[in-house]
C-alpha cells in the first residue's frame, strides 16, 4: 500500500549528515525512546506483561510495573538469546561433520530439507514474514483483541499447510528429483535420491509446524517476550545432537557403507522433526500463558485484522519465498556437482552463525520503531532510523565478512575437520566460505529494507524485486558455476541480494520523497576500507603465526583464530572511531552507561 506524499513538501529531504549536530540526534533519540513508553498513537506494542529473560513462565505480573523495555534491552535479550541457540546449532553441525562428512547422508539431508527447511525458514524464522505480519498488526492491539485474532490466524495456517505436509509425503520422489535431477546420471546419485526421497516423507510434517513457530515467533514479541522465542531453535539442535548420540551407540553398518547413509539418513531426518515438535511446544505454552492465544480453532475470518495481516503475509511470503526459490536454484546446479550440497550447507552454517545472531540484534528492535513512524509527518524520523539501520549493518557486517574471508581454511579445520571430515572436504567448505562471506553485508542490508516496505504496510514491491532476483539468480548460478564451481553458487547468491538492495533503496527513496541514501555512500565507503585493513591484519597474524608454529593441533588452531580474528577486530575498533559516526558514538555512551565499569 502506498502512503501519501509528505506533507512537508516535495522537497527531497536528506538526512542530518556526519558532522550533524549530534545534541540533536540524541534529542531525537530519547524523544522516540520516551514515545514507546508514553504516546500511544506512536506506539506499536501493545500494554502486555513482560517476560521475565530466564524464566518465561515466571512471574507475569512483575512486568506491569515495568517501563517498557528500551531497544538497547531488547537487542541485550534477543543477542544472548540467538547466541545460545547459535552455539547449539553450530554444535549440531559439527556433530553431523563428524558422523557423515560430506558423503550419501548429508548430501541427501541437503536435498531433502529444501522443503522442509525453506518453510521452516520462511514461516517459521524470526524476521520472517509470519513474524512480521503477526507484529506489524498485533501491536496495534489490545490482548484481549490479540487473542482470538491469533487463534484464527493459526487456524486458517495450520489447515492450509496440512495440505502441504499430505503433497509432500506423496510426491516426495518427484519432487527430489525437480531439486536435484542431477542425481539421476549415477549409481552413487540414485543412492543420494532414495535416502532424500526417505528423509522428505518423515520432515513432511514440519510444513505445518513451520507455521505455526512463525505465528508464535511474531505472538509472543508482540506481547514484549523476546527470550523464548529467539532461543527456542536451539530445542531443534539438541533433538538433532540426541539423535546423533544414539546413531553412535548403533550405527549399523561401516562408515562410508550405504547401510551406514541409509541408517544415518533416517536418524538426521527423524532428529529433524522432532525439534521442530519441541521448539513449537515450548512456545505455545508461554503463549498460552500469556493469555495470547491457544491451540483452539476459530474459524471467524471476517474479524478485524485477518485481512490486514494476509495483506502483509502473504506478498511477503511469496517475496521471501521466491528469494529461497534461490535454494532450489543453487541445489539444482549444485547436484551436478559431486558434493556440493553437503559444502554449502556446511558453509552456510558457519556463515548464518553469526549473521543470524546479528541480523536479530538489529532487526528485532528496528521492526517495531519503524512501526511508530510510518505517518508523513514522521517520515525525516524514520529516514534517520534507516541509516542507522544501514551504519549498524555495515559496522556488523563488512568487517565480519573480512575475517571470515581471511580465516575461512583455519576456521572450517578447527569446526569441522574429524573423523569422516577430511582436508579435502575443509578446503571445498572453506572455498564456499569465502564466497559466502562476501556478500554478508548486502544480504543483511536488503533484509533492512524489506523490514522498511513491512512496516509501512507495503509487501509487494519486496516481491516484485524478489521475481526478478530469481531470473537472476539462475542466470548468474550458469555463468559462475561454470568458472567457479561450487564457490559460484554462493557468489551467486550475492550477486543477487546486491541487486536486490539496490533497488529497494531506489525504490524507497522514491517512496518517502527522498531518503537520503547520498549521505550514506562516505561513511559505508570508509567502513569498507577499514573492513579490508581490518582483514589483512588477519590475515598477517595468521602467516606470522603459521611461520612460528608448524602444528596443525587444534589448540595451535584456536589461538591463530583467537590472535587473526581479535588483531583484526581491535584494528577495525581503533579506526571505526575515527570516523566520528553518530551510530557509533551514540552505541558506545549506552554501553558506558550499561556496563559498571565505565560508571
Known amino acids: 500500500m502506498a502512503l501519501p506524499e509528505s506533507s512537508h513538501g516535495s522537497d527531497r529531504s536528506q538526512p542530518h549528515s556526519d558532522q550533524g549536530d549530534q545534541n540533536n540526534q540524541d534529542e531525537r533519540d530519547e524523544q522516540l525512546d520516551s514515545a514507546q513508553a508514553s504516546d500511544k498513537n506512536l506506539n506499536c506494542e501493545p500494554e502486555a506483561v513482560p517476560i521475565d529473560p530466564v ?28 547466541l545460545l541457540s547459535k552455539v547449539f546449532g553450530l554444535f549440531r553441525q559439527m556433530a553431523i561433520a563428524a558422523a557423515f562428512g560430506v558423503g550419501a547422508a548429508v548430501d541427501a539431508y541437503n536435498y531433502a530439507y529444501v522443503v522442509p527447511g525453506f518453510l521452516l525458514v520462511l514461516l517459521g524464522g524470526i524476521n520472517g514474514p509470519f513474524h512480521s505480519a503477526i507484529v506489524s498488526v498485533l501491536s496495534k492491539r489490545n ?34 528429483d525437480l531439486v536435484a535431477p542431477g542425481l539421476a546420471g549415477s549409481p552413487e546419485g540414485m543412492e543420494i535420491r532414495a535416502i532424500a526421497v526417505q528423509q522428505l516423507r518423515i520432515m513432511a510434517p514440519m510444513a505445518v509446524l513451520a507455521g505455526l513457530i512463525g505465528i ?26 540426541l539423535a546423533i548420540g544414539f546413531f553412535a551407540l548403533a550405527p549399523g553398518g561401516e562408515v562410508g557403507s550405504n547401510a551406514y ?44 485484522g485477518v485481512r490486514q495481516i494476509l495483506k502483509i503475509m502473504l506478498p511477503a511470503t511469496f517475496s521471501s519465498g521466491l528469494l529461497h526459490i534461490n535454494v532450489y536454484t543453487d541445489l539444482f546446479f ?58 549498524l549493518t555495515a559496522i556488523a557486517m563488512l ?30 567448505v572453506a572455498s564456499v566460505l569465502v564466497a559466502y562471506g562476501a556478500g554478508m553485508f ?45 564457490p559460484g553458487l554462493a557468489l551467486s547468491t550475492a550477486g543477487v541480494n546486491l541487486f536486490s538492495l539496490i533497488a529497494l533503496v531506489w525504490l524507497l527513496d522514491r517512496k518517502l520523497n527522498g531518503l537520503g541514501w547520498q549521505s550514506w555512500m562516505k561513511p559505508l565507503l570508509g567502513i569498507t576500507v577499514i573492513s579490508a585493513i581490518a582483514g589483512a591484519t588477519s590475515w598477517g597474524v595468521l ?57
Open 261 to 304: 547413509a541409509v541408517r544415518g539418513g533416517m536418524i538426521l531426518a527423524w532428529g529433524t522433526l522432532a525439534g521442530a515438535i519441541f521448539q513449537w511446544l515450548a512456545q505455545i505454552s508461554a503463549q498460552w500463558r500469556s493469555g495470547m492465544g491457544s491451540l483452539r480453532l476459530r474459524f471467524n475470518f471476517r474479524l478485524p
Open 442 to 486: 548486502v544480504y543483511l542490508g536488503r533484509d533492512v529494507m524489506v523490514r522498511v516496505f513491512y512496516a509501512l504496510g507495503d509487501g509487494s514491491t519486496p516481491f516484485k524485486v524478489s521475481m526478478v532476483g530469481v531470473g537472476l539468480n539462475a542466470l548468474f548460478d550458469y555463468i559462475f558455476v561454470q568458472q567457479f564451481g561450487a
Open 543 to 599: 602467516w606470522g603465526i603459521a611461520q612460528l608454529w608448524q602444528s596443525d593441533g587444534a589448540l595451535i588452531q584456536i589461538v591463530q583464530l583467537a590472535l587473526a580474528g581479535g588483531g583484526g577486530l581491535l584494528v577495525f575498533g581503533l579506526l571505526i572511531v575515527r570516523l566520528r559516526l553518530p551510530e557509533v558514538d551514540r552505541a558506545w555512551r549506552m554501553i558506558k552507561q550499561k556496563l559498571p565499569v565505565f560508571r
Open 216 to 241: 508464535g515467533f511474531g505472538t509472543l514479541n508482540a506481547s514484549n517476550q523476546y527470550w523464548l522465542p529467539s532461543v527456542s531453535p536451539m530445542f531443534s539442535s539438541l533433538a538433532v545432537l
Open 399 to 428: 568487517p565480519l565478512s573480512a575475517l571470515i574471508m581471511t580465516l575461512a581454511l583455519p576456521a572450517v579445520r578447527l569446526v569441522y575437520e574429524r573423523f569422516a571430515f577430511d582436508q579435502s572436504a575443509s578446503r571445498l
Open 55 to 82: 524464566d518465561p513462565a515466571s512471574e507475569p505480573d512483575q512486568g506491569k510495573a515495568n517501563a517498557r523495555r528500551s531497544l538497547f534491552s531488547i537487542a541485550g535479550i534477543v543477542a544472548l538469546a540467538t
Open 143 to 176: 490482548q484481549k483483541e490479540a487473542a482470538p485474532l491469533v487463534e484464527t490466524i493459526t487456524t486458517l495456517v495450520a489447515g492450509a499447510l496440512l495440505l502441504v505436509s499430505i503433497a509432500l509425503v506423496f510426491f516426495a520422489q518427484p519432487m527430489i
Open 334 to 391: 549444485a547436484s551436478y556437482i559431486p558434493q556440493a550440497a553437503a559444502a554449502l550447507g556446511y558453509a552456510q552454517l558457519l556463515v548464518q552463525t553469526p549473521l543470524g545472531l546479528l541480523s536479530n540484534i538489529i532487526l528485532v528492535p528496528l521492526l517495531p520503531v519503524f512501526c511508530r513512524l510510518t505517518e508523513p509527518e514522521d517520515w525525516d524520523e524514520l529516514k534517520v532510523r534507516i541509516r542507522q539501520g544501514m551504519m
